[in-house]
């Protein structure tokens, strides 16, 4: 903070000026003294402030960075994820028609109705690990 000192400046005797001229100012700088040093406590608060001001605005700029890349990144991936949705849409509308031509058929060749079938159990992720994935050292122990 010494570029905020500017109560020392003049008060050395300088070649050809006046004493009286320098004891002046140091009288005067005595007496402005404490509100000089007060007001460069406030500056130098101030600049800090500033800093960690700038510091921030340059994290979030970061921030905001990442995030814009990864909206796009998820933007570009956004038709093709619907796509596949309304793929297997039309591919359950089509296993439901392929569905009623088997019950079509096999009242036609056996006289009686399927029996409802009980719809299948999602495996257990407890069971059964990824190929190429170690178990979790938890799971392991126990």
């Known amino acids: ?29 005595r007496v402005l003294l404490p509100m000089s040093q007060r007001l460069v406590e406030i500056l130098g608060s101030l600049c800090h402030r500033l800093d960690v001001a700038e510091h921030e605005i340059r994290d979030l700029k970061g921030q905001l960075d990442d995030l814009r890349r990864r909206h ?3 933007a570009a991936k ?17 296993l439901a028609v392929l569905e009623d031509h088997v019950d079509a058929l096999l009242l036609a060749q056996g006289g009686s109705a399927p029996a409802a079938q009980a719809p299948l159990a999602a495996p257990s992720t407890a069971q059964a690990e990824p190929k190429g994935v170690a178990a979790h050292p938890a799971r392991a122990k126990g």
């Open 1 to 29: 903070m010494d570029h905020l000192a500017f109560y020392n400046v003049g008060s050395q005797p300088t070649p050809g000026g006046s004493r009286l001229k320098t004891w002046v100012r140091r009288q005067f700088r």
């Open 72 to 74: 796009d990144d998820q």
């Open 78 to 94: 956004l038709p093709a994820t619907m796509a596949f949705g309304w793929d297997y849409v039309a591919m359950v509308r089509r």
